[in-house]
C-alpha cells in the first residue's frame, strides 16, 4: 500500500511539473519580449499606496508624485503616496480621487514631478505593472478607457481583459 501511494505522488508530481514546464514555455512562446509581466512584482508597491488611498488620513496635505518626489518625500502609508513615473499623471489621479473622497479634511495636494515624466508615453515596459495592474479596476476602467488614446494602447494588450 505504502507503496502504490508513493508510486502515485511521484506520478503526480512528474505530471505537475511536466504541466508547469509546457505551460511557461508557452508563456514565453506568446509573450517572448513581454515576461516582465509574471516576474516583476514591484506592482505590490503601488497596489499598498492605493490602498493606503482609500484609508483614513489624518494630514491636511497629501502628497504625490514620481520616485524623485519620493526621495524628498517617502511613502509612509498615509499622506506621502509618492509612487514613480510609471504610475503616470493618471494614477496619481486615481490616487488623488480616493483620498479626497474619504478623507474631507484634505485641504491641500502637493503632486511633485520631473518634467520629462509627466510625458512619459503610456506604450512603454512597465506601464502593465505600475499602472494597469494596480489602477485598472472595474471602478476605475470607466475613467481609463475614455480617452482615445489610451483605450488604444491599453487594448493592445492581449490579457488586459483577465486583470480586473
Given amino acids: ?3 502504490k501511494f508513493i508510486t502515485k505522488t511521484a506520478f503526480i508530481t512528474l505530471l505537475f511539473a511536466f504541466v508547469y514546464v509546457i505551460m511557461v514555455e ?13 516576474f516583476d512584482q514591484n506592482w505590490l508597491k503601488i497596489k499598498q499606496r492605493v490602498e493606503s ?3 483614513k488620513i489624518d494630514r491636511d496635505t497629501l502628497y504625490v508624485g514620481c520616485s524623485v518626489a519620493g526621495q524628498l518625500l517617502p511613502f ?5 503616496l509618492t509612487t514613480n513615473g510609471s504610475t503616470y499623471t493618471v494614477g496619481n489621479y486615481f490616487l488623488i480621487k480616493n483620498a479626497i473622497q474619504r478623507n474631507k479634511n484634505i485641504k491641500t495636494v ?3 514631478s520631473i ?3 509627466i510625458g512619459h508615453k503610456l506604450a512603454r515596459k512597465k506601464t502593465y505593472n505600475n499602472f494597469v495592474k494596480p489602477f485598472y479596476t472595474f471602478e476605475n476602467r470607466k475613467e481609463i478607457m ?5 483605450r488604444l494602447t ?11
Fill in 76 to 80: 509612509n502609508g498615509s499622506n506621502q
Fill in 115 to 117: 518634467p520629462n515624466v
Fill in 154 to 164: 491599453l487594448n493592445k494588450n492581449p490579457i488586459l481583459l483577465y486583470v480586473i
Fill in 110 to 112: 502637493i503632486y511633485l
Fill in 1 to 3: 500500500m505504502i507503496k
Fill in 26 to 38: 508557452g508563456i514565453f512562446c506568446f509573450f517572448p519580449n513581454n515576461t516582465h509581466f509574471i
Fill in 146 to 150: 475614455e480617452d482615445k488614446n489610451t
Fill in 53 to 55: 488611498s482609500k484609508s
